[in-house]
């Protein structure tokens, strides 16, 4: 119901970022990750400075194994808040699927420092690997 909802105020205003942008996040959340990563590339095209887009559109890319654009994506978001918590998190997410735990670890204490909470398997895979993670 809200893709739908969303659709019809891009029907309605198809220069709306919002609007794209709420499409993406809906099919993100239901795992539909083409469709995600083509309403963020829409959202770009009329607002670049929300940094959600960049962090999200990087996230669902690095859940596709695109790495090389997930990382511009996240860097850019970075550039435009270094507090981005979302953007942190992805790279703590990254490097530890890269296992390199000395990144994964700053990346998910700067994370924490912003106010993102960790997913305990991420933490208890972060501790388990050596690194001290920071109380959320």
Known sequence: MALRRFQIAIRHDPDFAPAY???????????KLDEA?????????RD??????Y???GYALLQQGKYPEAI???????????KCSE???????YYAYKQ????????AN?????GQKLDPDLRGILEKHGVKIAEN
């Open 48 to 53: 670049t400075i929300y940094v959600l887009t």
């Open 37 to 45: 990563i083509q309403y963020y590339r829409e959202t770009l095209k």
């Open 72 to 82: 511009q994506m996240l860097n850019k978001a970075l550039d435009i808040d270094p």
């Open 55 to 57: 962090a999200n559109l």
């Open 21 to 31: 942008f709420g499409a993406a996040y809906v099919c993100t959340a239901d795992g």
């Open 110 to 114: 700067q994370a924490i420092k912003y």
């Open 87 to 93: 953007a942190h998190l992805c790279f703590a997410k």
């Open 100 to 107: 390199d735990w000395k990144d994964a670890g700053q990346s």
